[in-house]
């Protein structure tokens, strides 16, 4: 028997962490086979703290496998205090930094981030407003409001809306609104009333069939609406009226709500252009 | 007068370029008096549409500006095709899986991220659960199951629980329930009655009256809710609350969503620990 081996992973910021995170794990990713012990230590603003880290890092240092360390501190008198631990550091920042002034030719602040810093300000606001409207529209509950949305998705109940509505809301500031599709919005192929003259912003959402059975069945166990027969009806009544009225199909059973974000911004970006 | 100068900035993936965006844009936020015209071209996956992609590159080379580009592509094909570029790349992935398997001892997959792949699966799901948590429980709709939330987040109506709510939630897959303080619960300096056996897992927030006030005129304009005077008195006794009972507080005024979230999960993973 192999014995597993937890490697020790660091993530070190003056800032929240998110970057050296998201970054670090796009690498670890890449090792499906290894098992890591994640610690995070976000917003280390002052010398003493940086120096309590790297009393940390040379103590994980000595045990059995040699620890990874990722940091995007932007600040220089920090970021030196860090690199003199003994661990191998990953620097997301000074490296990259240096090419990108080297490009720029201007030297950058390599001050902390603050996300709610000037300049940011309204790009924030308008995640929070988005995150608002995302709400207040959840699941067709306003429909008043629909031709404010940039986005609609359209699908029958539980194919995974929400989710992507509140990602799209939340990292990208985009309004969204939700159309569930009922029963009798499939008593025609028609599109909707509500979203006839709304169609191009109009995104549908498919699954597959024994995955929204399943998901249905966790709210209504044993009812017709969380029966197979009556999900592979409503998707493909769905698929039929989205296909016709050229409505673009993502499907959220292959896809994650990362994935088909992206996809949906593309989408309204060629509108646009 | 200066003409300001554009610089294009393009992200290249070959998954959703979620790593990519936000590790570029740490960098970027360090130049807060340069204007960048972003592009993200996700889903490289074939050596024709790298082709294509360094095409449209060697055209910005041509330009006035000599642009930024961030790539974390990880197949190795891809990846030597879009270097092939004229642009000066900044390879995220190329440099860093280097140094990770230098130090795992292990070399990497190289595949292109799905962050739906196998593995990850159970995170997904549980943030997908987190996600439609955070919407059953908004706003105090269902008291009942405030003991099943990781976090609780107290506060004044309009103070900001939400966007948190929802951060948390769909980042970190953490159960967040929210409880809105109203007129009742400013009666006496308890806590309400359904949080009493729950205090470790609440977080006040507060916010500055002014900036409370604003939010709310919004709403619901000359109301005694929206008034200045209102909006203090509330702050204040939930600030009164807060430190009687030692519920850690935090201001959604003076931090993002982001730094907030950051904070709660230091003090959930403290208490667990």
């Known amino acids: 028997m192999v014995v597993e081996q937890v490697v020790p992973v660091f993530f070190l910021s003056d800032s929240t962490g998110i970057s050296a995170e998201t970054m670090g794990n796009a690498l670890l990713i890449q090792f499906p086979d290894l098992i890591f012990a994640r610690r995070l230590f976000p917003f280390i603003t002052t010398v003493e703290e940086a120096q309590r880290v790297v009393a940390i890092l040379d103590a994980a240092m000595d045990g059995p496998v040699t620890p990874l360390v990722f940091t995007t501190a932007a600040v220089d008198e920090i970021r030196a205090v860090l690199l003199t631990s003994r661990c191998p550091i990953i620097d997301f920042f000074g490296l990259h930094m240096d090419q990108v002034e080297a490009t720029l030719g201007v030297r950058g602040m390599h001050v902390a981030a603050r996300l709610h810093g000037v300049g940011d300000i309204q790009r924030y606001n308008n995640r ?7 709400i207040e529209h959840d699941d067709g509950q306003s429909l008043r409001a629909l031709d404010k949305a940039e986005v609609i998705l359209v699908a029958p109940s539980r194919c995974g809306k929400t989710p992507t509505t509140m990602y799209l809301a939340l990292q990208h500031g985009i309004f969204v609104a ?14 909707p009333r509500p979203l006839r003259k709304l169609r191009e912003r109009c995104f ?20 017709r609406y969380a029966s197979l027969e009556q999900c592979t009806h409503e998707l493909r009544r769905a698929e039929a009226m989205f296909r016709l009225h050229k409505v673009p199909t993502i499907n959220s059973s292959a896809s994650s ?16 252009t």
Chains 1, 2 share one sequence.
Request: avoid cysteine.
């Open 128 to 134: 929070m407003a988005a995150i608002e409207f995302a």
């Open 178 to 191: 939700n159309y569930p599709l009922v029963d009798e919005d499939f008593e025609s192929v028609d599109l």
């Open 204 to 223: 549908g959402m498919l699954t597959n069939p024994q995955r929204l059975s399943q998901v249905r069945t966790e709210r209504r166990a044993g009812s």
């Open 257 to 272: 709500v990362e994935e088909m974000s992206t996809l949906i911004l593309q989408q309204i970006k060629q509108l646009k």
